[in-house]
């Protein structure tokens, strides 16, 4: 919305000036609206790859199962990651909220961190299971079980480079209202992947293992 006044000056026979002076009004709310808007859009799309394991896991077109292929250690240290990486985005929040700039920048550093860890490992278990001839094409349970969990890591892969590009803005402009904001839009995202990899862990990795 932009607030518009006009003025008018000169004497009789001479031309009129016009002057306008705009004022950008952002919605304080604004931003997190969309952003909520943007969430429920990923709920839907995870929602939509779940429903598509739970038709599919059980397909394995005579190759491995889950219980052939996960190893659970493995899935457990790379869940720790990530779940840490929440607390520690956490931390680096409540430093924001003091005005600690340094602390805050050093938070997100390890936070950053911890998720590139994820994705070496996720990184780590595909190559392998590639490597054992468990790929996507091998059978519906391995496409449904690659779609999903590719999509969260490609996911948290956005979020690293989001995280990133707002240590670098919080070094330039310090705390500044924009920047609490974009900090709490991607703690909303972050916390929200946190979620679904749980829902990730509990239903395909610890079921999956079942007999």
């Not at 006044?5 to 002076?21: E, I, P, V």
């Not at 990486?85 to 003091?98: C, E, H, V």
Request: aromatic share 14%; glycine share 10%; with cysteine.
């Amino acid at each position: 919305m932009s607030e518009m006044s006009t003025t008018m000056t000169g004497a009789s026979g001479a031309d009129n000036k016009l002057q306008f002076h705009v004022t950008e009004h952002h919605p304080e709310n604004g931003t997190l609206l969309g952003f909520w808007l943007y969430l429920m859009s990923d709920v839907l799309l995870f929602a939509s790859l779940f429903v598509a394991y739970a038709v599919l896991g059980r397909s394995y077109a005579g190759g491995p199962s889950g219980a052939d292929l996960f190893d659970l250690p493995l899935v457990a240290l790379n869940t720790s990651f990530l779940l840490l990486s929440s607390i520690t985005y956490g931390f680096a929040m409540l430093a924001a909220q003091r005005k600690a700039l340094s602390t805050a920048i050093v938070w997100l550093g390890i936070t950053g961190l911890f998720g590139a860890a994820f994705i070496g490992l996720e990184l780590y278990e595909f190559i392998n299971l590639i490597h054992e001839g468990a790929g996507p094409q091998r059978s519906a349970f391995l496409t449904a079980f690659f779609s999903l969990v590719s999509t969260h890591g490609l996911h948290v892969t956005f979020g690293i480079i989001w995280l990133i590009t707002l240590m670098f803005q919080l070094g330039r402009h310090g705390i500044t209202p924009e920047n609490m904001r974009r900090m709490t839009c991607l703690s909303m995202f972050w916390h929200f992947l946190d979620v679904v990899w749980i829902g990730v862990f509990t239903f395909v990795y610890l079921m999956g293992v079942l007999p």
